[in-house]
């Protein structure tokens, strides 16, 4: 039709559009004089952060280019591995149990079950944080500077997504997995009044939360918290089945008898 534009979208993003689209991937859209690339290829369901490449009819363009009345969009997936902001990632509030699990393996997440969609864009652009969400809406918010789609339900989905997205540099049992703070070594005889005399009798290396003071040690679960940390760092392996150790495992990895936390 000479009065609309189309979207063609790869295999791996037609997911994003309405099930009667799906099967070829091809979204028609009424043609807009003022309407850019990236407004359309919004307008069929896809926020940018996703878009790798556009063509448009066929010569690779910006999203800032205008479309022809008759003309092809095609968009091709972000390339993955794809390089992660500076300032580490900042997950949406449904996101807990990722956020957790992306903790224990050492990366700099930010997440709290409170924040609105204004204060979340705000902080990942202030931090430097790409925003992980499940909300595509979101994620067209032009004040975004970095963000990305997390693909899955499960969490160890979701949890492979991201590493496979932009595979970062993992540092297993380094970070607090309730507040994501820098755990450093400290002395046995500093936290010794905190912990309970099996703890203190059984254990002699602990490190602390430089954010919340919560105390770690190697305990109880250690073993299933290593295999979790062995399948996700080894070949990047599926995780099924590690759902319950994991949470388990980071709940009484932090045992601590002063500070309760909520959500473990
Ligand atoms: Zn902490």
């Given at each position: 039709?000479?009065?609309?534009?189309?979207?063609?979208l790869p295999p791996g993003l037609r997911f994003l559009l309405l099930p009667r689209d799906r099967g070829?991937?091809?979204?028609?859209?009424?043609?807009?004089?003022?309407?850019?690339?990236?407004?359309?290829?919004?307008?069929?369901g896809v926020p940018l952060t996703e878009v790798g490449?556009?063509?448009?009819?066929?010569?690779?363009?910006?999203?800032?280019?205008?479309?022809?009345?008759?003309?092809?969009?095609?968009?091709?997936?972000?390339?993955?591995?794809?390089?992660?902001?500076?300032?580490?990632?900042?997950?949406?509030?449904?996101?807990?149990?990722?956020?957790?699990?992306?903790?224990?393996?050492?990366?700099?997440?930010?997440?709290?079950?409170?924040?609105?969609?204004?204060?979340?864009?705000?902080?990942?652009?202030?931090?430097?944080?790409?925003?992980?969400?499940?909300?595509?809406?979101?994620?067209?918010?032009?004040?975004?500077?970095?963000?990305?789609?997390?693909?899955?339900?499960?969490?160890?989905?979701?949890?492979?997504?991201?590493?496979?997205?932009?595979?970062?540099?993992?540092?297993?049992?380094?970070?607090?997995?309730?507040?994501?703070?820098?755990?450093?070594?400290?002395?046995?005889?500093?936290?010794?009044?905190?912990?309970?005399?099996?703890?203190?009798?059984?254990?002699?290396?602990?490190?602390?939360?430089?954010?919340?003071?919560?105390?770690?040690?190697?305990?109880?679960?250690?073993?299933?918290?290593?295999?979790?940390?062995?399948?996700?760092?080894?070949?990047?392996?599926?995780?099924?089945?590690?759902?319950?150790?994991?949470?388990?495992?980071?709940?009484?990895?932090?045992?601590?008898?002063?500070?309760?936390?909520?959500?473990?």
């Amino acid at each position: 039709m000479a009065d609309s534009v189309v979207v063609l979208l790869p295999p791996g993003l037609r997911f994003l559009l309405l099930p009667r689209d799906r099967g070829e991937g091809r979204r028609p859209l009424g043609f807009d004089p003022d309407a850019t690339v990236g407004h359309l290829v919004q307008a069929a369901g896809v926020p940018l952060t996703e878009v790798g490449r556009l063509r448009l009819d066929g010569d690779p363009v910006e999203g800032t280019a205008r479309a022809r009345s008759g003309s092809t969009i095609e968009v091709s997936e972000v390339a993955r591995p794809q390089r992660a902001a500076a300032g580490g990632f900042l997950l949406d509030v449904g996101l807990g149990a990722l956020a957790r699990r992306m903790r224990l393996l050492g990366l700099d997440t930010s997440w709290s079950n409170d924040a609105d969609d204004t204060e979340l864009v705000a902080r990942a652009a202030a931090e430097e944080r790409v925003l992980l969400t499940q909300d595509r809406q979101l994620l067209m918010r032009r004040a975004l500077p970095a963000g990305a789609l997390v693909r899955g339900s499960r969490p160890d989905d979701q949890l492979d997504d991201v590493l496979s997205r932009f595979a970062p540099p993992l540092a297993p049992l380094t970070r607090c997995t309730a507040c994501g703070g820098v755990l450093a070594p400290v002395p046995k005889e500093d936290v010794a009044d905190r912990l309970e005399p099996g703890t203190r009798r059984a254990y002699d290396d602990f490190s602390q939360c430089d954010a919340c003071g919560r105390v770690y040690w190697h305990g109880a679960h250690a073993r299933r918290i290593d295999r979790l940390i062995t399948t996700v760092v080894g070949g990047r392996a599926t995780l099924s089945g590690t759902t319950e150790h994991t949470q388990q495992g980071s709940a009484s990895a932090l045992r601590v008898r002063d500070t309760a936390d909520p959500r473990t």
